[in-house]
């Protein structure tokens, strides 16, 4: 995770013309970087949430290697219990669960990686021209973001996927594209304070174009708080994905999902005597969330602890 | 403070206009059409258009959102597209059982955090501290419809303590104790949620007062640490805390929609989904509209809450 950090991956390419004062600015974001990955390495559950989700990225990304049956075949035997054949036993289609759970990982994955990173690209562009333009163009984006926040988010999302379509990209597609406010917001924010500093200004008087001082010479440095918020949005898409889908306004069977795994439990027979089905697909939403937070939290420490020094 | 108060309701106008624009456009741009579902299919192409000519969805879309944006000021929000009833109508009827569960859940959520998070941040790091920490985790990540199924099976299921579901009795008489026993899971399901988000923001708002220097003054003049804490402290960090209460409504409202869904409790939540499956769009832009007006009204209030609490606030 650390790694994503590092705000200043174009430092060699840039380092040709000002050698002597690049590298010493390269120097000094290392051992930033360091010393928030001390910090977070610090934060034991951090550590576990890291290790888990890492576990779960596995899953995913393996999952038609270590499946021990297509997610989708149907077989003779529908709601048995668990058994050699059948470790979490077959659903009442007579699909096998514990493949399906394998699978899930990938649409849990897929949603929180592929919203979180639509919306923040959204966010930073926007952020980045209402702060650092201001004026009409600042007050149209930010009323603009106030329009979109003054939507109850899950609502808009749940009546948007079922009018395009429930599908796995049309879910991450949506939420991808109402999610970017919070990150406008804060980019906004970052920037304008950053823009009054000497080395922005001393970027303008050099005559760099705008985009370059907007995403080589702010952004880096506005990139630590967004990546927390990023981090906590990656729990959060992943939970709108299983409630979307276990409303069936997401992902829909035979695709599998931990989401729409639930949804058999709506009938009391299941709920009651075939707890097999819908536990550990609903443990599984509650771990992946559970350990992404805890990155989160670990991140936010590191960072804002280190902002106050 | 008059100033900043119309200021603030000033700029929730142009915010409102836009809600409705994005409302009305987000629905009716939809593929699927209303008619389809309402006549039946083998209506002739005639008789569906002429269905059509009477709802007024054959007009430009610009001119089907001035209809709608002069009736809505008329206080006239349609008619269902399924049942044909006035949309007013259905949404009184399913906003009372909202509003009580939500409310019940946010007052319950608050009451359970606001002290826990206090004690949090007198002993931290003790074992009580991690153990509530552990919980506000549990309750932002665990979501909605697979603790509200957990507490249907270990209370409703297996112990009969409560009923599985719906808001009354089948039949009953409908009194407040039957009403009380229905509530108790749907507001267990919500206001773990929302206490678990609650206590956290408690925890490192008080831990941020009780390290300020007119604190150690309050206990060097001598008082009493209940006084300090429940007084001096309390008040202080109990606002930034304001603003918390406008991040939960939206969610609240998000994870109502669920929770009566597993609970099938018969309010605007049950209702969204059933206007979803039946594509009953002026239903649907209705309740998306109230919901809206109630963000942006609790947003609108919890500023001017703010200003009000905190005199070190600029109004200029």
Request: net charge neutral.
């Amino acid at each position: 995770m650390g790694m994503k950090l590092n705000p200043n991956k174009n430092v060699p390419e840039m380092a040709g013309t000002e050698t002597g004062q690049m590298a010493v600015q390269f120097e000094k974001e290392e051992t930033y970087l360091h010393m928030v990955m001390r910090r977070f390495l610090k934060h034991r559950l951090a550590c576990v949430g890291v290790v888990v989700f890492l576990l779960i990225l596995l899953i995913a990304l393996l999952a038609p290697v270590i499946a021990p049956q297509d997610p989708a075949k149907i077989f003779n035997e529908f709601e048995a219990p668990p058994s050699a054949a059948h470790w979490l036993g077959t659903d009442p289609v007579g699909r096998d669960v514990m493949s399906r759970l394998i699978f899930g990982a990938q649409v849990s994955v897929a949603v929180g990686i592929g919203a979180v990173a639509i919306y923040v690209a959204i966010g930073i562009v926007l952020g980045l021209v209402a702060g650092y333009f201001g004026g009409w163009v600042d007050m149209l984006i930010m009323r603009l973001t106030d329009v979109f926040m003054s939507f109850p988010y899950f609502m808009v999302i749940l009546v948007l996927v079922s009018i395009i379509g429930p599908s796995l990209f049309n879910i991450t597609l949506v939420i991808g594209l109402l999610g970017w406010p919070a990150i406008a917001r804060l980019v906004r924010g970052s920037v304008l304070s950053i823009k009054e500093m000497d080395y922005v200004k001393a970027g303008v008087a050099l005559g760099y174009s705008t985009p370059k001082i907007l995403f080589q010479h702010i952004l880096p440095n506005a990139l630590a708080p967004i990546l927390v918020n990023a981090t906590f949005g990656v729990a959060s898409a992943i939970i709108m994905e299983a409630s979307l889908s276990f409303l069936g306004m997401g992902v829909r069977p035979p695709a599998a999902s931990w989401g729409n795994m639930l949804t058999q439990a709506e009938s009391i027979t299941v709920l009651s005597s075939q707890p097999w089905l819908w536990i550990p697909p609903g443990l599984m939403i509650l771990l992946a969330v559970l350990s992404v937070n805890f990155i989160g939290d670990g991140l936010r420490d590191a960072i804002e602890s280190q902002n106050a020094k | 403070m008059l100033q900043y108060i119309i200021r603030r309701i000033l700029i929730a106008i142009p915010v409102l206009f836009g809600v409705t624009i994005l409302n009305f456009f987000i629905i009716n741009l939809a593929p699927g059409n209303p008619v389809d579902m309402m006549v039946n299919p083998s209506a002739t192409p005639e008789q569906l258009a002429a269905t059509k000519h009477a709802l007024g969805l054959d007009q430009p879309i610009w001119v089907q959102y001035w209809n709608w944006i002069v009736q809505l000021l008329h206080g006239n929000l349609g008619f269902s597209y399924s049942t044909r009833e006035p949309v007013t109508q259905i949404l009184m009827a399913h906003v009372g059982p909202t509003v009580l569960l939500m409310g019940v859940s946010l007052i319950v959520g608050y009451l359970i955090a606001i002290p826990l998070g206090i004690i949090c941040a007198r002993k931290q790091n003790s074992w009580i501290d991690y153990l509530v920490t552990g919980f506000s985790f549990f309750g932002i990540s665990v979501p909605h419809f697979f603790l509200g199924l957990g507490v249907i099976y270990v209370f409703a299921s297996k112990l009969l303590w409560f009923p599985t579901g719906s808001m009354n009795t089948l039949g009953g008489d409908g009194s407040f104790i039957d009403t009380f026993n229905h509530l108790v899971l749907p507001v267990l399901v919500l206001a773990t949620g929302i206490g678990g988000n609650m206590v956290r923001y408690v925890r490192s708002s008080m831990l941020d007062v009780l390290g300020k220097d007119y604190l150690r003054t309050a206990k060097a003049k001598g008082l009493s640490q209940f006084l300090i804490t429940n007084k001096h402290a309390l008040r202080n960090s109990l606002i930034p805390i304001i603003t918390v209460i406008g991040i939960d409504i939206p969610l609240l409202i998000g994870g109502a929609i669920v929770t009566e869904q597993v609970f099938q409790w018969p309010g605007l939540g049950l209702l969204t989904i059933q206007s979803i499956t039946s594509r009953d769009y002026s239903t649907l832009m209705a309740i998306n509209l109230l919901a809206a007006c109630t963000v942006l009204f609790a947003n609108l209030l919890t500023d001017i809450l703010y200003a009000v609490a905190d005199p070190r606030i600029r109004y200029d």
